[in-house]
């Protein structure tokens, strides 16, 4: 499974300044597929947020670089459901598939977001759903469908719904803070886990999404933890003589991949999370050159994606073809 972990250096020439961080796409592929998401119908009682369902939608396909979503202004009808879309005046704006939805209030407080994808060329209706999500959570709701979206046309899962983690650094001099920093994929509400007068490095997610490994310098010298992002505890991995750093979760969350330089040369070693034993995997560095010449890097290799912990209900399909 992939992971998302992006690092992110800020540096403010004056005082500490806190920012939300700004993801911008300048452009997509030349092959991205025309895709019209037309407004969501908002039927809840309550008003509806200042960024839609649709526009959220709209963006997490553009910033993939496999979309090319049509801007409402340039839409020629605002069709509300099936029998009222007119494909032909889709094909003439060339636009490949169309997107229709509404929301609507759920007894429990939350919300039903109903969505139906169409293929404008074929008249084939592709995905037929309703997603249901907690009171808070349109806005995941919103990365869930666009997930979805993704996957069925281009057969690979998407990653809207996920997390990332990265490194802040504001200020100069001795008013300098280190922050580690999770927000959703689209950098939408970000949450510092922890701060430092010193250096944080390398952010590694476990398979799960709930825990964090990083390096910190706040001792003088590089050490690897790991914490709970939900409770903030944290637990002190490695702090060996010379470098602690690289940390990787294994793809089962039971082991971790480091690189220490506590025998004298820096090598790569697993670390049991379990039974606190370590394999060192390397001999004199990580890499080491063969009968060839070759040099040869052992690491692991991509991880899942995180899932984002928030109260949804499971697809519920209605009528798909």
């Known amino acids: ?17 806190r920012a939300e961080l700004l993801i911008t796409i300048e452009s ?9 998401v037309i407004p969501f119908v908002w039927e809840s009682a309550i008003p509806g947020p200042i960024t839609t369902t ?3 939608i709209s963006a997490d396909l553009y910033r993939s670089g496999q979309f090319l979503p049509l801007e409402e202004n340039e839409m020629a009808q605002k069709p509300v459901d099936e029998e009222s879309i007119r494909f032909g005046t889709w094909k003439i704006l060339k636009t490949d598939y169309i997107v229709i939805g509404r929301v609507k209030d759920t007894p429990e407080g939350g919300y039903d977001l109903i969505y139906q994808l169409f293929d404008v060329n074929t008249t084939e209706r592709l995905l037929s759903r309703i997603l249901t999500v907690g009171p808070g959570d349109l806005r995941y709701g919103a990365h869930r469908i666009a997930d979805d ?7 690979i899962p998407g990653a809207f719904a996920t997390r990332i983690a990265y490194i802040t650094a504001t200020g100069v001099g001795d008013d300098q803070l280190y922050e580690l920093v999770v927000s959703d994929a689209d950098g939408y509400g970000p949450q510092s886990i922890v701060g430092s007068p010193e250096p944080l490095l390398s952010p590694n997610w476990s398979p799960d999404g709930k825990k964090l490994a990083y390096v910190s310098f706040e001792k003088g010298n590089s050490a690897i933890y790991i914490q709970d992002v939900t409770t903030g505890s944290r637990q002190l991995l490695a702090s060996h003589k010379g470098i602690n ?6 793809p089962d969350g ?3 991949a480091l690189a220490l330089s506590r025998s004298g040369n820096l090598e790569i070693y697993v670390l049991d999370l379990a039974t606190d034993k370590y394999t060192q995997l390397t001999r ?13 890097v052992v ?16 697809f519920r399909r209605t009528a798909e073809t």
């Open 245 to 250: 750093g690289a940390p990787a979760f294994s």
């Open 1 to 17: 499974m992939r992971r998302f972990t992006l690092i992110i250096i800020l540096i403010c020439s004056s005082q500490v300044v």
């Open 284 to 296: 004199h560095g990580p890499s080491i050159p063969n009968r060839h010449g070759v040099r040869m």
């Open 149 to 155: 979206i993704y996957e069925r046309l281009t057969g």
């Open 299 to 314: 690491k692991y290799t991509s991880l899942p994606i995180v899932p984002v912990s928030r109260r949804f209900t499971a």
């Open 28 to 36: 997509g592929s030349e092959g991205a597929l025309p895709i019209a």
């Open 254 to 256: 039971r082991k971790l």
């Open 54 to 56: 649709d526009s959220l």
